[in-house]
């Protein structure tokens, strides 16, 4: 699950601090505890991960990430659900296992090293807020 959390024209994103992709820029997210709901799942990994408190608004993109070994060999395999999130609370910092979390303004997210299908993701989002009076304010 991952979180695309808009604010004016920035979107929060946070550095992996661990392998897979240590060092690659993502949207904060995660995975779900066994006996866990999604939105239970995405509000905990976010404020474990940013230290800010969600709410889930709605699901922008569903997809798979597949990453494959130096032989070809599937290594992980992901189904990604990101959802357009609202903040409701809590005070951004870097926490668990990312190293830095920041709001990136949309003309800079090509200085950043993002992972594979993060940016189409992103760009949805902005659509679907610029489209929308009821998400412009996220």
């Known amino acids: 699950m991952g979180a695309i ?4 024209d920035r979107v929060l994103l946070v550095e992996r601090g661990h392998q897979p992709l240590k060092g690659y820029w993502s ?6 505890e066994t006996g866990e709901k999604l939105e239970e799942g995405i509000r905990r990994e976010i404020l474990e991960e940013t ?10 993109e569903i997809f798979e990430r597949i990453m494959r070994d130096p032989k ?3 290594e992980y395999h992901y189904v990604l659900i990101d959802y357009l999130c609202r ?3 809590g ?4 926490g668990d296992d990312v190293s830095r979390a920041e709001w ?7 200085r ?11 760009r949805k989002a902005f659509r679907a807020a610029s489209r929308s009076t009821s998400l412009a304010s996220l």
């Open 112 to 122: 950043y090293r993002i992972t594979e299908g993060t940016l189409p993701v992103i």
């Open 72 to 74: 070809g060999a599937a």
């Open 104 to 110: 990136v303004c949309r003309g800079e997210l090509s």
């Open 5 to 8: 959390i808009l604010k004016g």
């Open 87 to 89: 903040v409701s609370g």
């Open 91 to 94: 005070e951004l910092r870097a």
């Open 27 to 32: 949207l904060p997210g995660g995975v779900l």
């Open 51 to 60: 230290g800010l408190v969600i709410r889930p608004v709605r699901v922008v």
